[in-house]
């Protein structure tokens, strides 16, 4: 089993930035792949941005040249920068780690204020 528990969400202005943070605990040797999703009221949870473990990234159209999606291995910790953002960001953020299965932590709310 995987545990994911996502930090760093709040309040912003339209144009601030914030960092989110996931750290991951438990069986970590299984972790391929680790990424972000959002799901905004109302709408389907979305793809953010998604790191491998050869550090390769790849980020949703919507999010690209603004998000950067980072991970320390010495601290079991992921992060999102998030940069310019936009109300259209506001959502609840949802860490995800992939490998024989797949894991989701509780999330953690963004709201960018206009």
């Known amino acids: 089993q995987v545990q994911l528990v996502e930090s760093g969400g709040g309040l912003v202005q339209a144009g601030g930035s914030l960092r989110l943070s996931c750290v991951a605990s438990?069986?970590?040797?299984?972790?391929?792949?680790m990424g972000w999703y959002r799901q905004a009221p109302g709408k389907q949870r979305e793809f953010v941005a998604v790191?491998?473990?050869?550090?390769?990234?790849n980020y949703g159209d919507s999010v690209k040249g603004r998000f950067t999606i980072s991970k320390d291995n010495a601290k079991n910790t992921m992060y999102l920068q998030m940069n310019s953002l936009k109300p259209e960001d506001t959502a609840v953020y949802y860490c995800?780690?992939?490998?024989?299965?797949?894991?989701w932590g509780q999330g953690t709310q963004v709201t960018v204020s206009s």
């Open positions: 995800n780690a992939r490998g024989l299965k797949g894991y």
């Open positions: 790191i491998g473990s050869d550090g390769s990234t």
């Open positions: 438990g069986s970590i040797f299984s972790i391929n792949v």
